[in-house]
């Protein structure tokens, strides 16, 4: 690895961390903006015990230095206690909640990544084709329509109908309609993606080159076309699969996965100002980390790439 690989890789890194204090600082001056304490809308307390509460948490304190505080409290993964779930960390409640979105998201975005890249290349192989206007079609209308409206339309007619799968997660099969709620719109995306890119590599002088030489028609397109139109995919890959991973609240919440963003949104709810800072901090490192990621993916797959 050369010196301008490293210094470009050292830029992004620092890039990255000033993303995510921003993230830091803009989500805790809001949440601290907000004039009510987070104990004031619980009934049956006094201000004694309300004064109490915001002394345990810190809340008692100028905001300069509980934002000080929470940045120490940070870097030693600590995220605070929850205000609403009482007894339980934050960071113990983004793990267990974590637990069940990783999950889901994985299979999610492993489903619209493979899928989206063969659906593309074909369409791309067959331009013009029945098969090519067909993928065109599917995937515009997919593009098209939210996730929690595929949602409802997988649970209507392969729940409530059909009877073919579970309404709940936590039924056997149960993780099949969510995954595939969140898997349609990214495959969608990516189908196109990767059908435009594939369209623009054949297109390349080299190609053309290669088969005039009497390359093999599978190597050219699996050895050089394919590899070289990855790249928009790696790009938008990254923020998808951290998107993903986190959950999606509407998607969750139809299918009762007990996901992050189902805790985020009770964490709303119920106005858990810690939980809600933790979650929001959270997906920040989280789609910051996969952007970095793929930014170095993507200068690895295209070498051209001008590291400047």
Known sequence: MNTKTLLYILKRFLMAVLTIFLVIAITFFVMHAIPASPFSSEKAKSDAVIAALEAKYGFDKPVPVQFVNYLKNILRGDF???????????????????????????GAAALAIVLGIVLGAVAALNRGKMIDKVVQ????????????VIATLLLIIFALKLGWLPTMANQSGGMILPTLSLSLYPMAYITRLERSSMLDVLGQDYIRTARAKGVKNSKVIF???????LGPVVTYAGPMIASILTGSMVVENIFSVPGLGRLFVNSMLRTDY????????????LIVTMNFIADIVYKLLDPRIDLS
């Open 137 to 148: 079609v599917v995937t515009t209308a997919l593009v098209s329509m939210p996730s929690f």
């Open 274 to 285: 810690m939980m809600i800072m933790g979650v929001t901090i959270f997906l920040a490192v």
């Open 80 to 106: 605070g206690l929850s205000t609403k779930w009482v007894g339980s960390t934050v960071i113990d409640l983004i793990k267990d909640g974590f637990s069940y979105s990783a999950k889901l998201g994985l």
């Open 223 to 229: 050895k050089h076309a394919l590899k070289n139109a």
